[in-house]
């Protein structure tokens, strides 16, 4: 089990999640560092000594209709099964307004279903997110024919 410890994503960061993002092949768009909380091998030093590696991290943004999402969670995979992804999601969703919406690959609905989210029938799901399902099942059909865009809300 890793040692590691969460603390605020700074400006520094903020290639280091870039490099995540893009290594676990998830959404590059939408990325702001000021949301972010990163999960950092080792205790978190001073930002003289910066941190320790970035081993995961995840952001709560601001999406079209007033919504809130969790998204960008994305933990390397060495570091993964070991409640790096849990305690994220607990931190970031600890003082989060409700309600709270993600988009998921439909194979990782049971993880987020533990944390209260549930998944949305199409006409109860924002038009915002409408939209994000029809251009991902264009794209998931293309690459990943058994699995869909799921849209989740907690609250």
């Not at 490099?19 to 978190?44: C, E, H, S, Y």
């Not at 989060?96 to 049971?110: F, N, Q």
């Amino acid at each position: 089990m890793a040692e590691y410890s969460l603390h605020p994503a700074t400006e520094a960061d903020f290639p280091e999640i870039k490099a995540l993002i893009r290594q676990v092949r998830i959404n590059p768009m939408g990325l702001d560092w000021r949301r972010f909380t990163v999960a950092v091998k080792g205790p978190v030093l001073s930002e003289v000594e910066g941190s320790g590696e970035m081993i995961a991290c995840v952001q709560l943004k601001p999406v079209p209709g007033g919504l809130t999402e969790l998204a960008s969670l994305a933990v390397l995979p060495a570091y993964r099964h070991q409640g790096i992804a849990r305690a994220l999601i607990e931190h970031q969703l600890a003082d989060a307004p409700r309600p709270v919406y993600l988009t998921c690959r439909s194979g990782l609905g049971k993880l987020y279903e533990k944390f209260g989210f549930r998944v949305l029938e199409a006409d109860e799901t924002p038009r915002y997110y409408q939209r994000l399902q029809r251009l991902a099942g264009i794209f998931m059909g293309l690459t990943r024919k058994s699995e869909s865009l799921l849209v989740m809300k907690l609250g």
